[in-house]
């Protein structure tokens, strides 16, 4: 079945530092989404990917989407405190009336003042 | 607002009991989905509805069940067969089956 590889799964970064993070797979995706959580609560949006070799931001973060389709990228430059939480990837497949999106394990990110 | 909201933050639940999960949205979103989460993994679905008075199974939908009589509404029960039904559920609505999803707050379920 769909799988999706997240990486790293933890990282702790210093204050001010840019944090890269990823999420491949060996299946083609339609859409690539990026979610941040905090602890106790859903996950919110970032940032939406469409089209292959899309690149995307929004504030600090940049988002692409692979040329292969099968993987995806988040990078967070200049990183604060409040960037702590859990990225979660996650990769659209399927066909009308069957669409399922799968998600990554996520990548726990801390920062260090 | 518009947005999710999901009802208890926090739920118990006693051996052999059955319990349910509230999920409301004024997104008019026609999809909704409701997840399960653990600790150190992925988010896995559990049942999805495309449309009022339709929904399927998900990943894990055994030892759940749910309703979608409104379009607002999707409600997730909790069942005695669930035998592990310690987690945290997150809802989920999207305007479309391809669209992003957008979450709740969660209801953190626990046994007494």
């Known amino acids: 079945g769909q799988q999706l590889n997240q990486s790293p799964q933890s990282m702790f970064i210093q204050e001010g530092e840019d944090v890269s993070m990823n999420c491949t797979s060996s299946?083609?995706?339609?859409?690539w989404l990026w979610y941040k959580q905090d602890p106790g609560e859903g996950p919110v949006l970032l940032i939406a990917?469409?089209?292959?070799?899309e690149l995307t931001s929004n504030g600090r973060l940049t988002a692409q989407f692979g040329i292969t389709r099968k993987d995806s990228f988040l990078n967070i430059s200049a990183s604060i405190p409040s960037d702590v939480g859990i990225y979660f990837c996650?990769?659209?497949?399927?066909?009308?009336?069957?669409?399922?999106?799968?998600f990554g394990t996520g990548t726990r990110l801390k920062v260090l003042a | 607002d518009g947005g999710i909201t999901q009802s208890p933050k926090y739920l118990f639940r006693k051996e052999g009991q059955n319990v349910t999960l509230s999920c409301e949205q004024n997104?008019?979103?026609?999809?909704m989905y409701w997840y399960r989460q653990d600790p150190g993994q992925g988010l896995r679905l559990i049942y999805y509805?495309?449309?009022?008075?339709?929904?399927q199974k998900g990943d894990i939908a055994e030892g759940y069940s749910v309703s979608r009589e409104k379009k607002e509404s999707f409600p997730l029960t909790v069942t005695s067969a669930q035998k592990n039904p310690t987690a945290f559920y997150l809802c989920?609505?999207?305007?479309?089956?391809?669209?992003?999803?957008?979450f709740g707050d969660g209801t953190r379920l626990s046994i007494l």
């Open positions: 989920a609505s999207s305007m479309a089956g391809n669209q992003p999803q957008h």
């Open positions: 299946s083609i995706f339609n859409t």
């Open positions: 990917l469409y089209k292959a070799g």
């Open positions: 996650a990769g659209l497949y399927g066909a009308s009336g069957t669409y399922k999106y799968i």
């Open positions: 997104l008019n979103h026609d999809a």
């Open positions: 509805s495309q449309i009022v008075n339709d929904f």
